[in-house]
């Protein structure tokens, strides 16, 4: 695999509803490497992850069963589940995108805040 896009570190400030925290462009890459962390003082509540196949298209759930297990969707499981990450801790895992144009991370939590790195890789 080789990188195919790397994207800027995004700082989000989560509130009590789920919310965007990061959209990513994946029409050029085949996997979506994330490194999450949570910078605040406080657990999230709620990790969730959309993606569409088409700028038109609407966006669906596509939050895998586990992050923690290889599948076809999480092709670089995580030691940590991002699904209330606790405070100062990371996440990193790796998704399949191939048939996806976009992806966004939705998360909540009052008093968490989230650092999110990514990078789209290619074959």
């Known amino acids: 695999m080789r990188l195919g896009s790397s994207f800027p570190s995004i700082n989000f400030a989560c509130g009590a509803a789920l919310a965007d925290a990061a959209e990513f462009s994946c029409a050029d890459s085949e996997v979506l ?28 759930d596509i939050t895998p069963a586990s992050f923690t297990s290889q599948s076809y969707q999480v092709l670089e499981s995580a ?3 991002p699904v209330g990450l606790a405070a100062g801790a990371f996440s990193r ?23 999110i790195n990514a990078a789209g890789y290619q074959e």
């Open 93 to 115: 895992f790796a998704l399949n995108v191939s048939v996806l144009e976009s992806v966004k991370v939705l998360a909540a939590g009052a008093a968490a805040a989230l650092q």
């Open 33 to 60: 490497a994330l490194d999450i962390q949570n910078t605040g003082s406080a657990a999230l509540t709620g990790f969730s992850v959309v993606g569409r196949i088409s700028p038109g298209a609407p966006f669906r």
């Open 79 to 81: 030691t940590v589940t």
